[in-house]
């Protein structure tokens, strides 16, 4: 077997790189640990697409049940600061897309069936001098011979420990809890994210489905609130707090999930013929609902720096074409992270001056155009290298 590129990982981001390397004809193949997924019983787990990330999932045919995020209103749960962002500010049709984790993960992983082997991983890997093929030996023994290998294997990657890259981690000492409700919202556009003390709730429309659930769920909470109880107690203790700052009901329908939050990032995305993809190179606060977005950037940077030395029939000098991919999402990964632990720590602090500053910072955001548009650029994806 020798593909041009071995992809680490089936997850989102491994399969849709597979898919659209295959596209132009680039021959690649996916190495998932795991079982195929046949089938799922609940859909609880959700993703916000940017619409970047919405048309890249069109570009390839992937057509799942997505909900349009027209509006997002934003408050401070302790005081009376507020924005709101709208995708009319941009003039765009919507700011993002709600869709199942599982919903798309599956239509991605059928789509690149014949290209997957399953239940395997990579053991080991022997570079070559120059631009030869690397020698990878899987956990089964079988040996393939590729060009590239590309690290989508999520946040404990296999590839960067076999690459020998140190992540540099850091613990948000939070949970993400998510659950799917029932409520009474009005309007099947719009979605609410409060920062409280009691955690940062944010609740989106989800794909209309008669009877199914109407929103998601995704409330980060510091963990010393959870020390003496279950995420699902503190769930009921506490929802009608939220309830109250929207003015609606949120009854809860689904099992309550939860996952602890850490980020991280490396220095370097790249050793040798390797190199780190998505949620293997970096993961954040899911605050923003950016981490699958800033996979699927670093995905489309990786596919377009190869597709293009492949259509003008140059040599493939592959480190240059890794080089480059992580010249081009470095920085910008890095930027989001490090954004995003700046919200985290001034929405916690119990600081009166900050707890003030910040409600003044909403509000004065909220009437100051050219920066909305530029927050709501960054968040949609159309700050592109
Ligand atoms: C509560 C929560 C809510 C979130 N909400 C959002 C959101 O609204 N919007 C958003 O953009 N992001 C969100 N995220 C982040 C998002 O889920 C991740 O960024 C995304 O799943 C990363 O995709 P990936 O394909 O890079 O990695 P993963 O989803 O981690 O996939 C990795 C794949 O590799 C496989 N694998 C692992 N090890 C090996 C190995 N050794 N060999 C072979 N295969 C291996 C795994 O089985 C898996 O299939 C959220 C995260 C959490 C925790």
Known sequence: MSPVVTISGGGIIGNYISSRLNSKNIKSIVIEKSKEDVAYNQNIRTLTLNPFSKRLLDDIGIDVNYSEIKQINVLDGEGTGSINFSAKEINSDNLSYVVFFNDLKFALQKKELERTLFQTHIKDIKEHKDNDPCEIILSDEKKIYSNLIAGCDGRNSNIAKLASLEPITGDYKQTAITFTALTNFEDPNLAFQVFSEKGIFAI?????????????????????????????????????????????????????????????????????SLVLIGDAAHSIHPLAGQGINLGFADADAFCEEIVNAYERKITIDKRLILKKYEIRRKNMNLLMLKSMDFFVDIFRSDNLYIRMLRNIGLSGVNKTKFLKKFFINHAVGKNKI
């Open 204 to 272: 989106m429309p989800l794909p209309a489905q008669k009877g199914k659930p109407t929103h998601t769920v995704v409330w980060s909470v510091d963990n010393k609130r959870l020390e003496e109880q279950t995420e699902e107690d503190y769930v009921r203790k506490n929802i009608s707090y939220f309830e109250k700052k929207l003015g609606a009901e949120i009854n809860i329908h689904s099992d309550v999930l939860s996952f602890n939050l850490f980020n991280h990032y490396f220095e370097n995305y790249v050793s040798g």
